[in-house]
């Protein structure tokens, strides 16, 4: 009798400690979750118009991370600073910035460092390299990323590269995205635009797989063939193989946060980002 009072308090007291437990460990499953966020490129002209209440709107849709591009870089520390206090209030960060070449040589690098610094970013990304003239003039660019990479590194951030269909498109038989993973750090992150690689013939799972750990984050960008399609397609609408993606990116790639990304569409800017992080909870869950 006693035996069977003491295992009933036993399995009650095992059962309590696991109901207690269920939403821990679910919060614990959440908190893995990789962060959704919005490269602010498409929605330039309402950040243009306003910057605060674009972002706010943006925060309150749903999105956890935002990316400023370019013109950030005419910013005053001040300002940047201004910038990040309204993040903090939203709830949201700014993991990354999207940089012209500038950013990446003589007094632009401290320029960045400042700003980046100032916004609470993680990684200076190099959003283009311009016009590379062969696979030698790549490994220059290179060589740029990489000394810079060192000064990042020295300040807490980290530098990185984001694609388009140029670096993808081989150059002598070789693909220039492939001369700048081989000849920068290993903590120098590839953002990879996924549209513009598929759009290149390239198989972004595949290079994901090739680079693991270093597909620290991915510009979610769809596309499909045709001359109506292309980018104008909504996240979802195109020929990339997302959960494919995803489950690559979060084995392999080391992926820290994903991005949305669109160059225009059917609808205005605000209700397409909107449209799209819903398509991207149904597909991603």
Known sequence: ???????????????????????????????????????????????????????????????????????????????????????????????????????????????????????GTKFIVMASAGRVQGLDGWRKV?????????????????????NHQTEFTPVDGKRPIEILAANTPKDFMLQLDVGTCV???????????????????????????GADKGYKVLFGEGVVPWKKVFAAAESKGGVEYYLIEQEGSRYAPMETVEKCLAAYRHIHG
């Open 1 to 119: 009798m006693f035996a069977m009072i003491s295992q009933s308090r036993t399995s009650r007291r095992g059962f309590l400690a696991a109901a207690a437990a269920a939403p821990l460990a679910l919060a614990a499953r959440k908190s893995k979750r990789v962060p959704i966020g919005l490269e602010l490129f498409s929605v330039r002209e309402d950040l243009a118009k306003d910057l605060n209440g674009t972002v706010t709107a943006v925060a309150k849709m749903g999105y956890q991370v935002v990316e400023f591009f370019a013109p950030y870089f005419t910013w005053t520390p001040e300002y940047a600073k201004e910038v990040r206090g309204l993040m903090d209030g939203l709830g949201i960060r700014c993991n990354s910035t999207h940089n012209g070449p500038a950013s990446f040589k003589g007094d632009g690098i401290a320029k960045a460092i400042e700003l980046n610094e100032a916004l």
């Open 142 to 162: 290179a060589d740029t990323l990489t000394a810079a990479s060192e000064k990042f590194r020295a300040a807490g951030l980290r530098g990185g590269y984001h």
């Open 199 to 225: 759009e290149a013939g390239s198989d972004p799972v595949a290079w994901i797989n090739a680079n693991p750990g270093r597909i620290n984050c991915l510009h979610l960008k769809d596309w499909a063939p």
